[in-house]
């Protein structure tokens, strides 16, 4: 008898189930009728247009439901090979080799260079579209200002002439602040969701365009002196900075030898 057990047993079912090619052709179906009813824009219509299987989402949805049955419990199934290339693709690249950088150097993207990338980075999914999120650009003397904020915050007394050089390691922060709306259909974690979205979505953006970055923030980060400095609302949430700057030459340097492995992806994925 084989050492190894066969995946279903793995995932934990007694007996292996034969692969359900008829649920498959179901959900490739669905989606299509999807893509031809145009909710996905003509880029994704004429994906669609090659397939003459198109049935409607309804005739569907309803198939889907006979066919997949609620007690099996199989988890992930590995055994089609992924088309997806983390190293060719350069997206996935450039999110699967980001990394952050605590010192950085002094150059930094200008103010045109960050209006580029938040208009990258507003595809940020957003439920009702609220935008529920803004950074604040924080340069120079700013800087010295946020630190005075972050003592007053804790209390910190210094002697005449000493500042809080914490908010110097860079020389450019963006503060991202949550900013959620009303609105009935959308509760507030799911605006902050959106928020932290944009501020990994800047990360991975700055990254990819040549910078390097560290979201940093801190138990004092929603202090009254701290939110004042910032100007926020009441319902605002101050989510850290980003402290952006260039990567030092003996970081790229060691990034270059050193390939840092990402963590086992089966421990982020599941099924119900
Ligand atoms: C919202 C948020 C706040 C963070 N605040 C801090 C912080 O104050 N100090 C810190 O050392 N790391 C902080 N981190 C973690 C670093 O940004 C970074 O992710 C961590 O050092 C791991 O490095 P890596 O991004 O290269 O994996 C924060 C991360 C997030 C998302």
Redesign the pocket.
């Known amino acids: 008898m084989s050492k190894h057990k066969d995946s279903s047993e793995r995932r934990g079912s007694k007996k292996k189930k034969p692969k359900d090619d008829g649920a498959c052709e179901v959900t490739k179906g669905r989606v299509r009728a999807h893509f031809l009813e145009g909710e996905t824009g003509p880029w994704a219509k004429k994906l669609a247009a090659g397939s003459s299987a198109a049935t409607t989402s309804a005739e569907a949805t309803a198939a889907d439901e006979q066919t997949v049955h609620p007690a099996r419990r199989l988890g992930p199934d590995y055994s089609a090979p992924s088309s997806i290339d983390i190293v060719a693709d350069p997206v996935l690249h450039a999110i699967s080799t980001r ?2 950088i605590s010192k950085l150097d002094p150059e930094t993207p200008n103010d045109s260079d960050l209006r580029e990338l938040i208009h990258a980075v507003s595809s940020v999914a957003d439920h009702k579209g609220l935008k529920p999120w803004r950074f604040i650009i924080i340069r120079g003397d700013d800087r010295i200002r946020l630190g005075a904020a972050l003592d007053e915050a804790g209390g910190v007394h210094r002697k005449s002439g000493e500042i809080n050089e914490k908010p110097l390691r860079a020389e450019l922060l963006l503060a991202l602040v949550a900013a959620p709306r009303d609105n009935p259909k959308v509760p507030e974690w799911e605006q902050h969701a959106t928020a932290a979205g944009a501020g990994h979505l800047l990360e991975v953006a700055l990254w990819q365009a040549g910078w390097g970055v ?5 138990n004092l980060t929603n202090e009254p002196a701290v939110r004042r400095l910032h100007r926020l609302k009441d319902k605002e949430l101050l ?2 900075w980003l402290y952006i700057g260039a990567v030092p030459e003996r970081y790229r340097q060691r990034m270059a030898n050193s390939t840092r492995p990402l963590p086992e992806p089966e421990q982020f994925l599941d099924t119900l």
């Open positions: 990394r952050s560290m979201w940093r923030s801190g989510m850290g």
